[in-house]
C-alpha cells in the first residue's frame, strides 16, 4: 500500500518538516532506509544515522535537536516509538485478511457455545460446555478443553492447549504452543522417599487485553485461580507456576520463571531469565534487571533490583565493580 508523508503525519498526530507529498511504500530500520521507506529515531544511540539514513520519511521527537539538516522529510511528535508502533498497528489493519468460518476436520463439542465472525482451523477441537466469543480466531491445532470460557477479539495460535475450566477475558492473544491450565507442581513427600500428587483443582484466569508468548506455560492454582491481570504481556518460554498473581500491565520477557503463590505487583517490568522464589510479594512498578533472582518480598514500589540475590541495582553495580577488582586485589597482596 501507498500513503503520503502527508497522510501519516495525520494518522500519528505529527507535524512534517520538509516534503508532504512524497509516497511512503515501506517500512525499515533508521540504519537500513531505503527511498520510499519510513522509520524512526527513538533511542540516542542510533541519532548519527538520522544524517545519512536514506529513509524518505522519519519520525523523531519534537524536542530534538539537531545537529545537521537531515536528508529525510521529518515528522515530529511527542513520543516517536510510541507513534511507530500506532503506525505498524493501523498498516496491519489496513492489509490483514480477516479469516472467518470453520475448517474441516475440527471438533465442536454439542454443547458448547460460539459465537459470531469466527474462526476454527483444521484439527482444532472445543470440549463440552465451553464458549467462544465473537471475532475470535482459533488457529489449526488447537486444543479447548471442557468448560472454558474465551471472549471476543481474541487470537489463539497453532498448537495453543487450554486446560479445562480456564478463563480468557476479551483482546488476548496466545502465541503458538502456549499451555494454560497444566497442573502445578504439588508433590507431597512420603516416608519412603516417594511423592503423593497433590490434586489441582483450581483454574487459571487470564484477563482482557492478555498476550501470551509462544511455548510459555501457566499452570493451574491448587484451589482458586492462578490470575494474569488486565493489560500483561507475557514474553516466550514463561514459566509462570501455581497460584501466582501478575498484576495489571506487568511484562516479563522470556526464560523467566515465577514460583508457586507469588504475587506481582502491576506496572512491574522482569527482564529476560529471571528467577522468582515462591510465596513472596513484588510491589507495584518494580524493575527487575535480567539474570537477576529475587529471593525474598519486596515492599517499596518502583525499585531497580538487580543481581542474585536482587537488591538496589546500584548496590548490585557497585559489588560487580568490586569483584572485577579482586584480581588485581589479590597480586598486590602476593607480591
Not at 484466569?205 to 509462544?214: R, T
Not at 515462591?278 to 529475587?294: L, M, N, R
Amino acid at each position: 500500500m501507498k500513503f503520503t508523508v502527508d497522510q501519516i503525519a495525520q494518522l500519528i498526530q505529527g507535524t512534517v518538516d520538509g516534503d508532504g507529498s512524497a509516497s511512503i511504500t515501506a517500512f525499515n530500520k533508521i540504519e537500513d532506509g531505503q527511498e520510499g521507506s519510513i522509520s524512526f529515531l527513538a533511542n540516542p544511540k542510533y541519532e548519527s544515522f538520522l544524517y545519512i539514513s536514506k529513509s524518505t520519511a522519519i519520525i523523531i521527537a519534537n524536542d530534538l535537536i539537531l545537529k545537521e539538516k537531515p536528508l529525510a522529510t521529518l515528522i515530529k511528535v511527542k513520543d516517536p516509538y510510541s507513534a511507530f508502533t500506532i503506525l505498524l498497528q493501523k498498516y496491519q489493519e489496513f492489509t490483514s485478511v480477516k479469516e472467518t468460518g470453520i475448517q474441516e476436520p475440527t471438533h465442536i463439542a454439542k454443547s458448547a457455545k460460539i459465537g459470531s465472525d469466527l474462526y476454527f482451523g483444521p484439527f482444532s477441537s472445543i470440549g463440552s460446555e465451553s464458549s467462544i466469543g465473537n471475532n475470535t480466531y482459533i488457529a489449526a491445532h488447537v486444543t479447548i478443553g471442557n468448560k472454558v470460557s474465551i471472549g471476543n477479539n481474541c487470537v489463539i495460535y497453532p498448537g495453543v492447549v487450554i486446560y479445562n475450566d480456564t478463563i480468557i477475558g476479551n483482546n488476548c492473544t496466545l502465541h503458538a504452543n502456549a499451555v494454560i491450565g497444566s497442573d502445578g507442581f504439588g508433590f507431597a513427600p512420603k516416608a519412603d522417599g516417594s511423592f503423593t500428587t497433590i490434586p489441582q483443582l483450581g483454574n487459571v484466569v487470564l484477563e482482557d487485553g492478555v498476550s501470551i508468548g509462544a511455548n510459555t506455560t501457566i499452570d493451574r492454582a491448587t484451589m482458586g485461580s492462578t490470575l494474569i491481570k488486565q493489560g500483561v504481556k507475557i514474553d516466550n518460554l514463561v514459566q509462570i507456576a501455581h497460584n501466582v498473581e501478575i498484576g495489571a500491565n506487568t511484562a516479563i520477557a522470556a526464560q523467566t520463571g515465577v514460583s508457586g503463590s507469588t504475587k506481582i505487583g502491576q506496572n512491574c517490568l522482569i527482564g529476560g531469565q529471571v528467577g522468582v522464589a515462591g510465596h513472596i510479594t513484588v510491589a507495584d512498578k518494580t524493575i527487575v534487571t535480567a539474570q537477576s533472582g529475587v529471593t525474598k518480598t519486596v515492599r517499596k514500589e518502583g525499585q531497580i533490583l538487580g543481581g542474585t540475590p536482587a537488591s538496589p541495582n546500584s548496590e548490585y553495580l557497585k559489588r560487580n565493580a568490586l569483584l572485577r577488582q579482586l584480581p588485581d586485589l589479590l597480586k598486590r597482596l602476593e607480591s
